[in-house]
């Protein structure tokens, strides 16, 4: 029943922007902790970005600090990752996940950026 659906991304030229948001059902959202992974062709899941239940996020993939944002709406169960100045190297499968402090945790399916000409 818990469902983690990203949507979001797709084709972006090199410099370019897009947003990808995460939709949340099936838990309390407000009592998880959600968090951006990515994993670029050929390499390792990595954690892009994170933020707590009480809404301070923090950007861990120093590459990515300063151009992505990560921020949630507990209204909409929803957290949103917005991705600015976009370059090859941020060609992805972009995972939402979702944790409980203490509990269960949460994957998503993933969706696809690709930093493209």
């Known amino acids: 029943q818990v469902k983690l659906v990203e949507s979001g991304g797709g084709l972006v030229p090199p410099g370019g922007s897009t947003r990808l948001s995460c939709a949340v059902s099936?838990?309390?959202?407000?009592?998880?902790?959600m968090r951006w992974y990515r994993q670029p062709p050929g390499n390792q899941r990595e954690l892009v970005a994170e933020?707590?239940?009480?809404?301070?996020?923090?950007i861990s993939t120093d590459s990515a600090k300063g151009r992505f944002t990560i921020s949630r709406d507990n209204a909409k169960n929803t957290v949103d990752l917005q991705m600015n100045e976009l370059n090859s190297d941020d060609t992805a499968v972009y995972y939402c996940?979702?944790?409980?402090?203490?509990?269960?945790?949460?994957w998503g399916r993933g969706t696809q950026v690709t930093v493209s000409s």
């Open positions: 996940h979702a944790e409980k402090p203490g509990g269960p945790e949460f």
């Open positions: 933020i707590g239940t009480d809404g301070g996020g923090t």
């Open positions: 099936g838990i309390t959202f407000s009592r998880y902790i």
